[in-house]
């Protein structure tokens, strides 16, 4: 993959310019708080002071133009003609186009009105790209906080990042961008086309498909490896839901057929060289060399993936048994070809499994392609559905029909977890969620880069995330609106790794995700922001964390979170406060208890409205936090 390239290109762009820095040619509009003898004077520009040398007399209070003309050690600032602090806004507006030489448009006047109004300094260059960037939006009323967000974080002054503010910002879902990629990909033609629709399909899977997915694993794990009695209730339980037809034998053949012929899923040279094997003694072909096969395997000893090793080290020795003959028709024959084919479909499946090897999304392929081997009119996806339709009539303490009394107890015993999950959503279940949803994102690979440039092998399963594959997609694809689509995509996840960050002794941590629990869908928007602890993570002792949901019935919400020494207040804003606050009396004290568990201690939960909250949180934009650089105060008591 050419993703490491890919990246690296990114990373250098967003890390172009700091807009926050003062640059030659910029104009900014500044209030003289001080003057000194030396010809300088100390200027106010929006929330920053700087102090700099003059090249005219000024009057201490009053409102000024300048141009920056040289920077370093000492900033010189050029005094603009036409200056007081009688101006109206519309009159600096104008006045600031006039001086940039640019026409007087209505698009450039309300940009230049913003800039005057919150005191921004530009250069005519920025002023040309800003206006270029908001035209090109489509909407520049609503993009144009985005330019002062830029500066006042401060982050790069570039397109790339406009774009992926100005994705984040809007009201575009990314469920709606997932199906809206994931539609484009129908018919994925190459390797990272697969491995981002099928990441797609993770990420759009509800948590009762997910209860089932993870139960349809366990069942196929379960029914490679079983015997006797035991693998034929299994085998009735996945036939029922679907997955499995009558003939097992010829199905598990197709299966590893299919999988050999995958130039997608298997990339390990020894599982292709055991599948070739056993298909050249299946097909009564010459007999190939075991003892050469064997000594393969023999030199490649395992380096982590000890599970895989041993796999196909015990499908090796079944061959020994099958090359002695090569008619293949011999009922003990079949059997033997069946026992090597279970043998290295346990070996895929755990190497699938492994946690070297991008895992969920590859052994959840191994399934799909397992299940088109058998040629059943009942789709992967209705499937996984019926399987979790079983999960809950279990929770419900059903007995399931036309299974068995002993097929019953068994999937009693071998799915509880997912069956207790299936029944109520755990704490410890959604936080799991949280944090897949986090890793499958992919907002950690900027991290994997740069300790790959220190020495550290980055593994497969790091690059089976969503941002790089999509920048690889990106990369690869002639298809102009599959580019566009993941572009949108990928500008959305980046913005989240934009806007955290960290500023002194203090750090900011932003996300937004889809979350999915038992048919209700949200998309969640959170923050996390408070000073760093001793291992350079938010002190849990001492933060604040930021909730925006969206939800079917009461709408807008935010849970506005402040730890203080382990003291925890709880603010709930929402326009149906009152209800909320009757609605949720009985739990307060459950979660007070909960939270003691866990070393915090509850002052007190508000339920007010959007209008009641003093720190002005009404808004989605307003979670994001007003960021200014540090200034040395750790605590706001």
């Not at 006042?152 to 774009?163: A, C, G, M, N, T």
């Amino acid at each position: 993959m050419q993703t490491a390239s890919v990246a690296s290109n990114m990373i250098s762009q967003q890390t172009a310019q700091n807009p926050n820095e003062l640059k030659n040619g910029q104009m900014i509009y500044g209030k003289v708080l001080k003057i000194h003898s030396n010809q300088t004077a100390e200027i106010s520009i929006g929330q920053k002071k700087v102090t700099a040398l003059l090249d005219a007399p000024i009057a201490l209070g009053e409102c000024y133009w300048f141009q920056v003309q040289t920077t370093g050690e000492q900033t010189m600032l050029k005094v603009m003609p036409a200056n007081g602090s009688n101006q109206s806004l519309k009159e600096m507006s104008l006045q600031l186009l006039q001086h940039f030489s640019l026409p007087q448009s209505k698009e450039s006047i309300s940009l230049a009105l913003f800039l005057v109004k919150n005191q921004l300094p530009f250069s005519k260059e920025q002023f040309i790209q800003s206006l270029q960037w908001l035209t090109s939006s489509g909407n520049q009323a609503n993009n144009m906080p985005l330019i002062k967000m830029m500066h006042d974080f401060p982050l790069p002054f570039s397109e790339y990042v406009f774009r992926s503010l100005a994705s984040f910002h809007n009201e575009v879902p990314l469920q709606q961008l997932f199906k809206g990629l994931n539609s484009l990909l129908s018919a994925p033609g190459s390797e990272t086309e697969a491995s981002v629709k099928a990441l797609l399909a993770q990420l759009l899977t509800t948590d009762a498909e997910k209860l089932g997915e993870r139960g349809l694993q366990k069942l196929i794990i379960s029914w490679l490896t079983a015997d006797g009695a035991q693998k034929e209730q299994i085998s009735s339980i996945l036939r029922n839901v679907g997955f499995l037809p009558k003939d097992e034998s010829f199905f598990l053949q197709q299966a590893m057929k299919q999988l050999g012929d995958s130039p997608v899923l298997i990339q390990n040279p020894l599982i292709k060289q055991v599948i070739s094997t056993l298909h050249q003694l299946q097909g009564n072909a010459a007999v190939p060399n075991i003892a050469q096969l064997n000594k393969s395997i023999q030199s490649s000893p395992p380096t982590g993936d000890l599970v895989l090793w041993n796999h196909l080290q015990k499908a090796v020795e079944n061959f020994s048994v099958l090359a002695v003959s090569t008619t293949g028709k011999s009922a003990a024959n079949e059997s033997s070809f069946q026992t090597a084919y279970q043998q290295l479909a346990r070996a895929i499946i755990a190497h699938a499994d492994s946690e070297n090897s991008g895992s969920h999304v590859q052994l959840n392929r191994f399934m799909q392609l397992m299940h088109q081997a058998g040629q059943q009119t009942v789709s992967f996806e209705q499937i996984r559905a019926n399987m979790a339709v079983m999960l809950g009539q279990v929770a419900e303490g059903e007995l399931l029909q036309p299974l068995s009394r002993e097929a019953n107890q068994l999937m009693q015993q071998m799915l509880h977890s997912e069956i207790d999950d299936f029944s109520v959503p755990k704490s410890s279940v959604i936080a799991n969620e949280i944090r897949q949803l986090i890793k499958q994102f992919g907002l950690g690979f900027e991290h994997f880069l740069a300790n790959a440039d220190k020495g550290t092998a980055i593994k497969e399963a790091d690059l089976m995330t969503l941002k790089p594959l999509l920048m690889q997609l990106i990369n690869e694809t002639q298809q102009l609106a599959v580019k566009e689509q993941a572009e949108q995509l990928l500008h959305k996840i980046t913005a989240q790794q934009i806007l955290s960050q960290s500023s002194g002794p203090l750090q900011r941590f932003i996300t937004q995700i889809p979350l999915s629990f038992h048919g209700f869908y949200t998309e969640a928007t959170m923050q996390w922001s408070g000073r760093k602890d001793e291992n350079d993570q938010i002190d849990p002792s001492f933060c604040r964390v930021l909730f925006y949901l969206q939800l079917n019935n009461i709408r807008e919400t935010i849970v506005d979170m402040v730890v203080q020494n382990r003291i925890l207040k709880v603010t709930i804003i929402n326009e149906h406060y009152k209800e909320l606050k009757v609605s949720a009396g009985p739990l307060i004290e459950q979660a007070k208890d909960n939270l003691a568990k866990l070393g915090y201690q509850v002052s007190g939960f508000r339920f007010i409205p959007p209008s009641g909250h003093s720190a002005a949180v009404k808004s989605k934009t307003e979670v994001f936090d007003k960021a200014a650089p540090y200034s040395g105060l750790d605590i706001k008591i």
